[in-house]
């Protein structure tokens, strides 16, 4: 079994990228394969632009009059007052419920980020120049695409919405 080297190689020749038996050892072949890291690397930026237009939507649904709402509605909880009116009670419910539907899909598109990351770098360590630049110019190209022609600004790395109740 040969040792793979630590440098970079200008070789289309690919054994067993990511998996057993996915590789090329045909320009055309490996030509394929270097899209295919691409339109991979381009669904990677996506999986990350969804969980941004997701905290986005999430904050601009949350307006001040929910969360003064929200606030009232935990402390009659914390309370245990009986005299809270039943309304406060069912919208407290419902954002509750909405909140842990909206973190349990930020969890799974958490987990596929992180699994799809790591695919990333596995193709980035296998030390293919050719690789190496499919994935760079695609994470490049699709950044800069859904950054300026649909959101018109910057993408941040998408955080928690911070509960206001709690500071």
Same mark, same amino acid.
Request: hydrophobic content about 45%.
């Given at each position: ?96 419920? *909405?909140?842990?539907? =909206?973190?349990?899909? !930020?969890?799974? %598109?958490?987990? &596929?980020? /992180? @699994? ?28 800069? *695409?859904?950054?300026? =022609?649909?959101?018109? !600004?910057?993408? %941040?790395?998408? &955080?928690? /919405? @911070? ?5």
């Amino acid at each position: 079994m040969a040792m793979h080297g630590s440098y970079f190689e200008f070789s289309y020749h690919v054994e067993n990228l990511l998996f057993k038996g996915l590789g090329s050892s045909t320009v055309g072949g490996f030509v394929g394969l270097c899209v295919g890291v691409a339109i991979f690397t381009v669904f990677y930026e996506s999986v990350k632009l969804l969980r941004h237009y997701l905290t986005q939507r999430l904050r601009r649904s949350s307006s001040e009059s929910a969360t003064v709402s929200r606030c009232s509605s935990r402390e009659s909880e914390a309370n245990k007052s009986e005299d809270a009116p039943l309304v406060h009670r069912r919208f407290f419910d419902v954002l509750t419920s *909405l909140w842990l539907r =909206y973190h349990l899909i !930020q969890t799974v %598109l958490h987990m &596929v980020q /992180v @699994v799809m990351g790591y695919m990333v770098m596995l193709v980035i360590m296998s030390f293919n120049i050719w690789l190496c630049l499919s994935v760079l110019i695609a994470s490049f190209l699709s950044y800069h *695409l859904f950054s300026v =022609y649909i959101f018109n !600004q910057p993408l %941040l790395v998408p &955080v928690e /919405v @911070v509960n206001k109740c709690s500071e």
